[in-house]
């Protein structure tokens, strides 16, 4: 991590923007950049105009940062992350949420496309995530640590925060909209995984599977910002289905639960961004 890289990064977005901070961050994962273009008093940022900023390769990833107002506070959404199996060094994954951080977000609210392992769950399912395992064996604190942005060895037992889980069911309860929570596993793809790699991740307490947000939550709570995070199922993990699986699948399912998820986007951000504003 270049402490240097991330401040200049975070400049140039005050510069840009002319908010000398933002309140809330979001990171929007596939499929779901779009929910950024129905925000209000938008500024957009091209990724590749901000100094040191990685650009997505992925399709359904739009690559650019959006400053917007959201219930009179400044929100910091990221349309489209990169991932570490593009070849993207940790320092690259995490490079947008630490900027965040930076900006002054003091919650970042991650979503992602996962699979479904645990039973019952079904493609269109939005389910909080409440804790995480990393089957990578990559972390974004690995080498040396800047104590500019926090601790050697960060506490990651309550890395999703109870108190903005509270306000997502609160949230969901007000529309009607079932809440569940679940483990994600962190797996590095870019293949999907095995039947057998799946039987293990159901037995050892998973619920969803993804190739990201664990190394940006990571990063995140070792700067002291509170995460919350969302998985959209976009499909059932391979053994639990027949179907083959496919990207095509999951960003046409992200594209369908657009409208829930942008619902549900619209009552729960003016909370998050009132609980760091107050």
């Not at 992925?58 to 910091?76: E, F, I, M, Q, R």
């Not at 027949?242 to 549900?264: C, I, Q, W």
């Amino acid at each position: 991590m270049i402490f240097e890289a991330l401040t200049s990064a975070a400049s140039v977005i005050a510069a840009t923007t002319g908010r000398d901070r933002h309140e809330l961050g979001v990171v929007l994962g596939s499929g779901l950049s779009g929910y950024a273009e129905t925000l209000e008093d938008v500024i957009e940022i091209p990724y590749r105009k901000i100094p040191g900023f990685p650009t997505p390769g992925v399709v359904g990833h739009a690559g650019k940062l959006v400053s917007a107002s959201c219930a009179g506070s400044p929100v910091l959404v990221a349309a489209g992350r990169v991932h570490a199996y593009e070849g993207r060094s940790m320092d690259d994954v995490v490079f947008g949420v630490r900027t965040m951080a930076l900006t002054g977000c003091r919650t970042v609210l991650l979503t992602n496309a996962a699979g479904g392992v645990r039973e019952g769950l079904a493609p269109g399912d939005l389910v909080a995530i409440k804790d995480h395992i990393n089957l990578t064996g990559l972390n974004p604190l690995c080498g040396d640590n800047d104590d500019r942005a926090g601790p050697r060895f960060p506490d990651l037992s309550g890395i999703y925060s109870r108190e903005v889980r509270r306000i997502m069911a609160a949230s969901a309860a007000e529309l009607d909209m079932r809440y569940a929570e679940g483990v994600y596993a962190w797996m590095l793809g870019p293949s999907y995984e095995t039947p057998a790699e799946i039987q293990m991740l159901k037995r050892m307490g998973a619920d969803l599977v993804g190739m990201s947000t664990v190394p940006e939550a990571i990063a995140l709570a070792h700067m002291g910002v509170a995460v919350g995070g969302i998985s959209l199922v976009t499909n059932l993990a391979a053994g639990i289905t027949t179907e083959p699986l496919s990207h095509e699948e999951v960003t046409a399912v992200a594209g369908a639960a657009r409208a829930r998820f942008s619902r549900l986007l619209d009552t729960l951000l003016p909370r998050l961004a009132a609980r760091k504003a107050a």
